[in-house]
């Protein structure tokens, strides 16, 4: 059971928006920052977003996070086909001293 | 272009020990904190362990700690982890990732190495 809570699957249809959540507590979330993944089947992740809501070089502006409190959101607009994939949230927890990882989300594009 | 890559994965039997290297190339190595993030079969990712580009601070996971070691070489862009006591919980794919600014935004991660620990 991951400390920071994902919904294990979501679902839309092309060109629909999408809100992948990621819920935690004032140790890591709360006071650190946010990153999001893209895990594609049989690839190394790809980092979509940094510090709760910049984008890495390359990445499309189809894809957005954001942070209020202690929970932080990935959003994808536009969805693609190719979005399809798993996606997991990240950031420190002070009170462990260590990295955290959401279970992760299955992105299913209808 | 930067370039990350694994090796020194393999079948272990528990209580074994593997060392694994990553050798980076396409950035300026010691500037940057590298790290190590597992990924069991069909399960989520797992941060293993940090150590910082100048100083050499290291971070580990708890379920890691006091059997693994993560070092560096930055003479040879290489970052290391020796994995020691090895147990069937530690099969999994290692991926080596720099870090671009804050914990956990790593920008460029190896292909991974597969270390499986059974008897």
């Known amino acids: 059971q991951s400390v920071l809570t994902q919904p294990p699957s979501v679902s839309a249809a092309p060109g629909q928006k999408v809100i992948i959540s990621c819920s935690g507590s004032n140790s890591n979330i709360g006071n650190n920052y946010v990153s999001w993944y893209q895990q594609l089947p049989g690839t190394a992740p790809k980092l979509l977003i ?3 809501n910049k984008r890495p070089s390359g990445i499309p502006d189809r894809f957005s996070g954001s942070k209020s409190g202690t929970s932080a959101t990935l959003g994808i607009t536009g969805l693609q086909t190719g979005d399809e994939a798993d996606y997991y ?5 002070t009170s462990l001293s260590a990295v955290l990882f959401g279970g992760g989300t299955k992105l299913t594009v209808l | 272009e930067v370039q990350l890559l694994e090796s020194g994965g393999g ?4 209580g074994g020990s ?18 190590w993030v597992r990924q069991a079969p069909g399960k989520g990712l ?10 050499g601070r290291t971070y580990y996971a708890d379920s890691v700690k006091g059997r693994f070691t993560i070092s560096r070489d930055n003479s040879k862009n290489t970052v290391f982890l020796q994995m020691n006591s090895l ?7 290692y991926y080596c990732a720099k870090l671009l600014s804050t914990l956990p935004g790593y920008d460029y991660w190896g292909q991974g190495t597969l270390v499986t620990v059974s008897s």
């Open chain 1, 50 to 52: 940094y510090d709760n």
């Open chain 1, 89 to 93: 949230c990240g950031t420190w927890d």
């Open chain 2, 46 to 55: 797992e941060w293993v362990s940090t150590i910082s580009g100048s100083d």
């Open chain 2, 11 to 14: 079948l272990v039997q528990p």
């Open chain 2, 18 to 35: 593997l060392r694994l290297s990553c050798a980076a190339s396409g950035f300026t190595f010691s500037n940057y904190a590298m790290n």
């Open chain 2, 87 to 93: 147990r069937a919980e530690d099969s999994a794919v």
